[in-house]
Each structure stands twice: as structure tokens, then as C-alpha cells.
């Protein structure tokens, strides 16, 4: 079957860093998407990765090992608006997204 | 605001009742989707529409129906539902199904209650 893991919340400090986690197993792979979504709110696009190696935008960075079937979203400097679910998607052989439950990302002052 | 509109916001609903979602996208995309969203569950894909044409359903019991006018709207019709699909939906819009990097944009969803 196919699946996607990432840890179910984490929690930070305001300023610090911290790593989101994913690894996967898919039927094929088309690239790997990176979604934040605050409570109640859609999901919105942070990044897309399908070539090895790191894609990083602002305070954003979004890691790809297509070998280890692992990717790994990277936030900086975090605010107090960055507490929200970050979701990890591949897209499969068929074109079609294959979530993760989401991390709850909590930020403490 | 991603370009995806979706109304109601919230929705309350008997079990007899007969009620339907609505989503338009704003962005010229000719893929659209329909999410079921569950608390602390992966995004559970329903529906999927390429220029008008359902292309899949991913075995969804059929008290829920589809519809797709044209490629900028999409229906989510509902009918005898039961408590166990309370949930949020959400609707999803992309360029083109079967690209590699085809991005898909969310509308903000129904908060759905069944009673």
C-alpha cells in the first residue's frame, strides 16, 4: 500500500528552528508537495520538490532524497504566525496525491 | 485567498435532509476536486474532474454526487447522510491533471455537522 508518515505535532520557540519530517512509500513517484494550513483555513502551497536536493524560499526550505523516499520542510526565524498543520503529499505514479495526516506545528514565545 | 470559493462555510444537516456544497475557481484550471477531510486523517480524495469529465471516484458511497457544469464549477450534492460523514470538504482546483508539478489550490471548505 501506500503511505506517507509525519510526526502528528511538534512544538518550538518563537525565533528558533525546526524540521518537519516525512517519509514515504508510493507506487511511483511525480514530486513531493509541501502544504500549510491553519486551523479552519484551506490549505495553501509552501513548496514542490521532484529533483534531489534542497529548494529554499525565504524562510522556507523544502529537502528531497528520492533514494530514501524522504523529505524533510525546514523553518526559520519562526513566528508566531507559523503555529498551523504542515502537510506532506507525493504524487503518485497516476498523477494523484497521496497525503500525510499533517504535524501540528505549536510556536511557544 | 487562493481563487477557490466555497460555499456555505458551515452546514448543519439532518439525516433526511438533502443538501449541496458548492465550489468555483476564479483561476482558468480545468482539473477540480473533492477532499474529505477528517480530524487528524490524511486528505481523503473523492471526486476528480478534468474539463468537465469525472475521471475518478474513489469508491464514495453514492448519498454523495457530483456534479460539474463546466470547468470553473463544481457541486458536492448530498443526501442521506450519516453522522460518520461529518468532516470538513474541501474543494480543489489544479492547471492540468497528469503534470508532474500540477499544483492544486484550496478552497477554504464546509464544515459539515450531521445529526
Known amino acids: 500500500g501506500q503511505n506517507i508518515d509525519q510526526p502528528t505535532e511538534m512544538t518550538a520557540t518563537e525565533g528558533a528552528i525546526v524540521q518537519i519530517n516525512c517519509t514515504y512509500q508510493?507506487?511511483?513517484?511525480?514530486?513531493l508537495f509541501w502544504y500549510q494550513q491553519h486551523a479552519g483555513e484551506a490549505p495553501t502551497f509552501l513548496s514542490y520538490?521532484?529533483l534531489d536536493g534542497l529548494e529554499e524560499k525565504g524562510r522556507f526550505s523544502s529537502f528531497l532524497s528520492r533514494s530514501k523516499g524522504y523529505s524533510y520542510l525546514l523553518l526559520k526565524e519562526l513566528q508566531m504566525k507559523d503555529s498551523a498543520s504542515y502537510l506532506c503529499?507525493?504524487?503518485?505514479?497516476?498523477?494523484?496525491?497521496?497525503w500525510g495526516a499533517g504535524t501540528k506545528l505549536i510556536i511557544k514565545p | 485567498e487562493t481563487g477557490v470559493t466555497q460555499t456555505p462555510r458551515h452546514l448543519v444537516m439532518g439525516m433526511t435532509n438533502k443538501k449541496s456544497l458548492k465550489c468555483e475557481q476564479h483561476?482558468?484550471?480545468?482539473?477540480m476536486y473533492w477532499y474529505k477531510q477528517s480530524a487528524k486523517k490524511p486528505l481523503e480524495l473523492m471526486f476528480v474532474?478534468?474539463?468537465?469529465?469525472?475521471?475518478e471516484n474513489n469508491s464514495v458511497p453514492s448519498r454523495f454526487s457530483p456534479e460539474c457544469p463546466n470547468s470553473s464549477h463544481l457541486f458536492l450534492h448530498l443526501h442521506t447522510l450519516q453522522p460518520e460523514d461529518s468532516a470538513l470538504y474541501l474543494c480543489?482546483?489544479?492547471?492540468?491533471?497528469?503534470?508532474?508539478?500540477?499544483?492544486?489550490?484550496f478552497g477554504p471548505g464546509t464544515r459539515l455537522t450531521v445529526l
Open positions: 508510493t507506487s511511483g513517484f511525480n514530486g
Open positions: 474532474y478534468n474539463f468537465k469529465e469525472q475521471t
Open positions: 503529499a507525493v504524487m503518485d505514479s497516476n498523477y494523484q496525491l497521496i
Open positions: 480543489a482546483s489544479s492547471q492540468d491533471r497528469g503534470q508532474g508539478a500540477d499544483t492544486q489550490y
Open positions: 483561476l482558468g484550471h480545468n482539473a
Open positions: 520538490n521532484v
